[in-house]
C-alpha cells in the first residue's frame, strides 16, 4: 500500500526547464560577452548547480580564471531571482495545485531535487504549494539519499513509496532506493509505454495509477 508520494520538481510539478534556459539567457544581453551559443553549450555540459554553471561560462567566454571567482556569486544570485520571477509569472504545470491539495489529504507528499534546498524551499512557498508538502529535499544531498531520507523520516519500508520523476537518473535514484516509479515523458526522455513502469502523461491521473497500477 502506497503511502508516501515524492515529486521531482523540475519538469513534474513546474516546466522549469524551459524557464531556467529562459533565466541564463537573459542574463546576458545580446551585447555582452557571452552569446547565446555559448550558454546553450555550457548548459548542454555542466548539470550541476549554477555556481558551477557560471564559472563555466565566463571561462568559454574568455575571461581569466584569476577574476572569474568575484562574479560567481553575483550572476548566481541573478539567476536565481530571475527563476523566481519567471517561476511566479508562469506558475505550476496544469493540474498540479488541485490536484497535490487533493492527494495531501490521503497521502503524505514530499519533493526531492537536484535544486539547492534553500531556493527549492522558497520557490515551493512562493507558488503557494509548499504548505502541501511534509518536506522538500534538495542539493547537496543526491535523489536517493533523499529518498531514503523520507522513509527514514515515515519509518516506513521502501515499497510503500512512489517516485515521480522525468529523468533516467529519477529512475535509478528509485531503484537504487527500492521504491515504486512513475514516469513523466517528454522530448528529452522519449519514454514510451514499453517502459518498465508507469506513465503519467496527465497530472491529474496519480491517484488512480496508484490504485490500479502499483
Not at 523540475?10 to 539567457?25: F, N, P, Q, T
Not at 567566454?61 to 560567481?72: N, S, T
Not at 548566481?76 to 495531501?104: N, W
Request: charge should be negative.
Amino acid at each position: 500500500m502506497i503511502r508516501i508520494v515524492v515529486f521531482d520538481f523540475d519538469g513534474v510539478l513546474v516546466d522549469s526547464e524551459r524557464i531556467k534556459r529562459e533565466a541564463w539567457c537573459d542574463l546576458f544581453p545580446a551585447s555582452s560577452m557571452v552569446s547565446k551559443e555559448l550558454v546553450a553549450d555550457v548548459l548542454s555540459r555542466i548539470k550541476i548547480t549554477r555556481y558551477d554553471i557560471v564559472r563555466e561560462i565566463f571561462l568559454k567566454a574568455g575571461m581569466p580564471p584569476e577574476e572569474i571567482q568575484k562574479y560567481v556569486d553575483e550572476y548566481a544570485k541573478k539567476y536565481q531571482m530571475r527563476v523566481e520571477e519567471l517561476l511566479a509569472s508562469q506558475g505550476l504545470i496544469s493540474g498540479v495545485h488541485d490536484t497535490l491539495s487533493a492527494l495531501s489529504q490521503k497521502f503524505g507528499l514530499y519533493v526531492n531535487s537536484i535544486t539547492p534546498e534553500e531556493p527549492l524551499i522558497l520557490t515551493l512557498a512562493r507558488l503557494e504549494i509548499y504548505n502541501f508538502f511534509r518536506g522538500a529535499y534538495g542539493y547537496p544531498r543526491t535523489k536517493e539519499e533523499n529518498l531514503k531520507k523520507i522513509f527514514s523520516r515515515e519509518g516506513i519500508q521502501a515499497e510503500e513509496a512512489v517516485f515521480i520523476g522525468d529523468r533516467n537518473s529519477d529512475v535509478e535514484a528509485a531503484e537504487e532506493a527500492g521504491c515504486f516509479f512513475i514516469g513523466v515523458p517528454n522530448d528529452e526522455n522519449g519514454w514510451s509505454d514499453k517502459e518498465p513502469f508507469p506513465l503519467l502523461r496527465d497530472f491529474n491521473m496519480i491517484e488512480e495509477i496508484i490504485r490500479t497500477k502499483l
